[in-house]
């Protein structure tokens, strides 16, 4: 009978061809593209590999809609005894393409051992390569116990509601079905990751009056008191984060410390069009918005993050002249960290040092991605991010997933398995 690393090796091919029909079904999102295809593409390709399937849409959620519906697929297949459930979770959504790409974004193109197109690292590759780990671990050991998911969800890339979240909710993450989970996220062949950071975003207005341009001093420039707040990010909160280090082991390094992105500040009358030719007319802006995208770390209480912003806010309100303003909450997302010492952290930990001869990194992301709605709506703290592709092409042109670390990271995922549901060791 074959072994497991040689039934994975010899998919290679299949692994191939796989990634790039993922990639050639344009899954963008927004607005949340094909989603239907693509889980119709997974339903064959498991069914075929003997899992059951379930499509579920996810009705109601942001976005869905009978043009663009959130459709999700769970595959599960029962072993011959019981035991543990191993659960892959791949986001099937890409985001937009963006500028600079020397190749078809949407062509999967293979050169030199790569494989380029939206999507190819974050994350088609990883989905590939757990499902050519599952089916060449069922092909060398059908008498495993317990059951292995897969399941192929949408809109991580705008929060995950239409996905795990609508999931978790449904009771397709508890701990009673579900026990280890595995998200093929790109954080490289050899790196464990346990958790992201927290993510608080809000919106802040500024006001003024309106009065006529060339007599600025009869209004009050609501764009001049955003910039006394930008100000006071500048001198008092950007510091102050710098300053704040984590214990979680964030990559890349600049992320160990509290960050915050102004997204987007807009003030005064709307932007023209492109082809507009008409001129502005003249007026004191009476707003200003920003967009702030303040993510934080697991020892940072939300409270105190929020109460930050706000007391800057409030010391302007008693020391600017006619300084107002609104704070207006637009999301946030809670920390995750799975516990180091937990079974599938050590299993994979394990699986990476048999596979690649070194030692496992633990490490912990920036971002936040679907684990924190494993962790918090379905309970389930034993889930980690780990799979194939390097964390900073995720988002760029030229994307691509390397072939050589798709099949090393199959191995590492088959090798997890025969640990959770065989006798191996
Ligand atoms: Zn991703």
């Known amino acids: ?79 011959a005894h019981c035991g543990d459930c191993v659960h892959f979770n791949s986001h099937t959504d890409v985001v937009d393409v963006g500028l600079g790409w020397t ?58 509601y239409g996905g795990v979240a609508y999931l978790a909710e449904h009771g397709h993450f508890s701990p009673d079905k579900v026990q280890h989970v595995i998200i093929p996220e790109p954080l490289n062949k050899d790196r464990v990751c346990l958790g ?70 807009h003030g005064g009358q709307a932007e023209q069009l492109a082809d507009s030719t008409a001129l502005p007319s003249h007026c004191v802006p009476d707003s200003c918005r920003i967009v702030i995208d ?18 800057l806010l409030e010391d302007l309100k008693s020391d600017r002249p006619k300084f107002n303003y609104a704070l207006r909450d637009l999301n946030h997302v809670l920390p995750s960290m799975t516990d180091k010492q937990a079974p599938v952290v050590q299993t994979v930990a394990k699986a990476i040092e048999n596979v690649l001869g070194k030692p496992a990194q633990f490490v912990a992301s920036p971002g936040t991605y679907d684990q924190k709605h494993i962790d918090r709506i379905g309970k389930l703290k034993n889930c980690i991010a780990y799979g194939p592709g390097i964390l900073e092409l995720a988002h760029k042109p030229d994307e691509w997933i390397g072939v050589d670390d798709m099949i090393d990271s199959a191995k590492v995922m088959g090798k997890a398995l025969q640990t959770l549901l065989t006798d191996t060791p």
């Open 196 to 265: 992201h950071r927290g993510g608080w975003w809000a919106e802040i207005e500024t006001f003024g009056e309106i009065a006529h341009g060339s007599m600025p001093f009869l209004g009050d420039c609501a764009v001049r008191h955003m910039s006394a707040v930008i100000d006071k990010f500048e001198t008092d909160l950007y510091p102050a984060m710098a300053a704040r280090r984590t214990d979680m082991p964030v990559v890349p390094e600049g992320a160990r410390s509290s960050t915050m992105n102004i997204n987007s500040i």
């Open 1 to 79: 009978m074959t072994d497991l690393n040689t039934a994975i090796t010899s998919r290679r091919d299949d692994l191939i061809q796989l990634t790039q029909d993922l990639i050639r079904i344009p899954t963008l999102n927004p607005p949340g593209e094909n989603y239907r295809a693509i889980c119709e593409f997974l339903d064959k390709r498991l069914r075929g590999a003997g899992f059951e399937t379930q499509l579920i849409r996810a009705h109601g959620t942001p976005g869905d809609s009978a043009k663009y519906p959130r459709w999700n697929i769970i595959a599960r297949r029962d072993g």
């Open 294 to 311: 303040r993510r934080f770390l697991v020892e940072e209480p939300l409270e105190d993050v929020k109460r930050e912003v706000e007391g």
């Open 103 to 160: 190749r078809d974004p949407f062509g999967g193109e293979l050169d030199d051992g790569k494989i380029y197109g939206r999507g190819a690292c974050d994350m088609k590759g990883g989905l590939a390569a757990s499902i050519i780990a599952a089916e060449a671990f069922i092909q060398t050991h059908p008498n495993f116990s317990g059951a292995i998911e897969i399941s192929g969800t949408a809109d991580e890339e705008s929060g995950g």
